[in-house]
């Protein structure tokens, strides 16, 4: 018999996360029935979404959401065989059994060279978001100006790169000088710190006096209703995030302002990424080709050890990621 770990949420989280808001349990997991598949967790995901998300979709008590890397290592499943690797969407545990619904082999042709973590980032959802969200909602065209903010992250640092691939200026921030030198280093024509500049307004306007055609903002707050006076006419804002709310029990002032929105006719659309779930394997097959061509350059943020999850996802909303934030189990 296996025993699982897993991480419940114990407290629902008040302002930012606390360690003593989780509670690691184990779980013995009952012999597999037909056609199920026992799997464990290589490595496993923390991400924004799991903030907001747990307030809307979980009570206490419930195993943390979230995603893995998993290999088979027991399968009733003709579909899966022992060790192949799947991507899955389990939560936080160790260990699990599945009957083989919602899993996501992964791509045959996954160069055996490419860490299988990138499937959580990179070449998974968060690179998605970034696929979709510039071509599907910014409809991004060569020669314009890309902002985005947050843009040393796991979404942000792929919107930079395939807007570079598309013939596009691009701006980013982050909130490290590290970050910034990884800006420039991956191909961003102007990077900056957004905490450290004495003013967002000089600092966005220096970095593309014209304005911006596209704004991802991952962020929303107050830097969102300041970008937005940079905005060129009929610029368009993707809405992807607002990770700067999160961890806010009052929303932050400074909403998107109006006026700029009707001015300059902007459109500005909020969006998830699995709106393009029937597009998936089409985004995943484009992002893991142009990170094998070298076009995409990955960068990951790894935390050691299952019990070390709640420190990897405070860390990742404080900002102590430098790419995608995973842990390896
Ligand atoms: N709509 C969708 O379908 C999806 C939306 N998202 C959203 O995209 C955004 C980025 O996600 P992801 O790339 O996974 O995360 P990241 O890898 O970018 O990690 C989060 C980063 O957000 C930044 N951050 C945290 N708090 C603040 C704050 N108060 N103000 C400004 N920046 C802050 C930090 O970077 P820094 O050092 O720059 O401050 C931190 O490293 C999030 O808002 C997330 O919710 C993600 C996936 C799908
Ligand atoms: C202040 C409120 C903010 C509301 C927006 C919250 C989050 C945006 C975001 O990060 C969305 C992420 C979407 C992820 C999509 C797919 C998954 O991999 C997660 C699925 C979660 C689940 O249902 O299991």
Redo the contacts with the bound molecule.
């Keep these: 018999m296996v025993t699982a770990k897993v991480w419940v949420l114990k407290k629902h989280f008040e302002g930012f996360p606390k360690t003593s808001d989780f509670e690691l349990k184990k779980i013995d997991l009952p012999n597999l029935k037909d056609r199920e598949l026992l799997l464990e967790s290589v490595f496993l995901s923390v991400?924004?979404?799991m903030r907001p998300y747990s307030q809307r979709d979980m009570k206490e008590g419930d195993i943390m959401i979230g995603t893995q890397v998993a290999r088979v290592v027991e399968s009733k499943n003709p579909a899966f065989t022992v060790g192949a690797f799947v991507v899955a969407r389990s939560g936080w545990r160790t260990h699990f059994i599945s009957d083989g619904k919602n899993l996501q082999l992964l791509s045959s042709s996954w160069p055996e060279s490419l860490p299988k973590s990138l499937a959580l980032g990179t070449v998974g959802?968060?690179g998605l978001?970034a696929y979709f969200g510039l071509l599907e909602v910014c409809k991004m065209k060569p020669g314009e100006t890309v902002l985005v903010n947050?843009a040393?992250?796991?979404?942000?640092s792929v919107v930079g790169q395939l807007a570079k691939i598309g013939g596009c200026k691009v701006v980013g921030c982050?909130?490290?000088d590290d970050?910034v030198a990884y800006l420039k280093k991956i191909g961003f024509d102007e990077a900056f710190n957004y905490k450290t500049v004495t003013s967002l307004d000089e600092a966005l306007h220096k970095a593309s006096p014209d304005g911006y055609d596209c704004f991802f903002d991952?962020?929303g707050g107050e830097?969102a209703s300041i970008a937005i006076n940079h905005m060129k006419k009929y610029g368009r804002i993707a809405v992807?995030?607002?990770?700067?709310q999160y961890n806010d029990s009052v929303p932050q002032k400074g909403s998107y302002v109006q006026v700029p929105m009707i001015f300059k006719e902007l459109r500005m659309e909020g969006?998830?990424?699995t709106r393009w779930n029937n597009r998936w394997d089409e985004g995943l097959k484009a992002l893991l080709k142009w990170v094998v061509e070298g076009k995409v350059k990955c960068h990951e943020h790894v935390t050691e050890g299952f019990e070390n999850m709640p420190m990897a996802f405070i860390g990742?909303?404080k900002?102590e990621?430098l790419g995608?934030?995973i842990v390896k189990v």
Excluded: E, H, Q, W
Excluded at 152 to 156: M, T
Excluded at 240 to 244: D, K, P, R
């Design positions: 991400d924004p979404y959802m968060p978001t947050a040393a992250g796991a979404v942000g982050a909130g490290s970050k991952n962020v830097f992807c995030g607002a990770i700067s969006f998830i990424v990742m909303l900002g990621n995608k934030a």
